[in-house]
């Protein structure tokens, strides 16, 4: 049983150290009042130690994601954290449903999350790359051929001043609209992995009778 717990420790060492004292205290006196003493007979109870691991760190994270969103609670996260944190909490799910084993069905699903993710997460640095590529190159050489323009043809400088002005602010705003949009995409799909692993995760009666 010992060996089973040292197992888990090292396994959630994200976790601060209240907290990891915590789940190890309270699986220790599960495991005692359910007389299971050996490595084995905690396996055949609660998962191998990685299971249960990886199923400790999505719970307290999807704890914290819901605290962080709670307007009651004084405490907000600002939008970029908020973003860290539903990142972080989307990945501890998947591989939360990887460690356990599920039916085929639901390892599709899990599948298709995962490439949802990844998606995501490549199709926002490949659209942030490729408006700046395009519009701050166009804003910055028609800044520059304004200021030389303005020397010889004041009127074509001001053109492309007002030009290169307009492209750089649109670089601007396409940067707030593309954070927006990811903001609003890893949160729907922190909220699709939290009902994925909240209807589909087995839990054992430890980790039912378990709050957190």
Known sequence: MNDYLQAV?????????????????????YLLDANLETYQQAVDELGTPRSLARKILADYSIRLSE????????????????????????????????????????????????IAFAAVLFGLAVAAL?????????????????????????WTGVFYLGVGCLSLGASLLGWLVIKWLGIKLISGLSWAAKGIYDRFIPRSRAERGRKL
């Not at 420790?9 to 006196?29: N, P, S």
């Open 130 to 154: 490729a408006v700046f590529a395009s519009v701050v190159i166009v804003g910055v050489v028609a800044t520059i051929v304004g200021i030389v323009m303005l020397f010889q043809a004041p």
């Open 9 to 29: 420790h090292r396994l959630i060492g994200q976790l601060t150290t209240a907290e990891q004292h915590d789940v190890v205290d309270y699986y220790r006196e």
């Open 67 to 114: 605290q962080g969103g709670d307007q009651t609670s004084g405490r907000t996260r600002s939008s970029v954290q908020a973003t860290k944190d539903n990142v972080k909490t989307v990945w501890l799910i998947i591989l939360a449903l990887l460690s356990t084993p599920i039916t085929i069905p639901i390892l599709l699903v899990v599948g298709a999350l995962f």
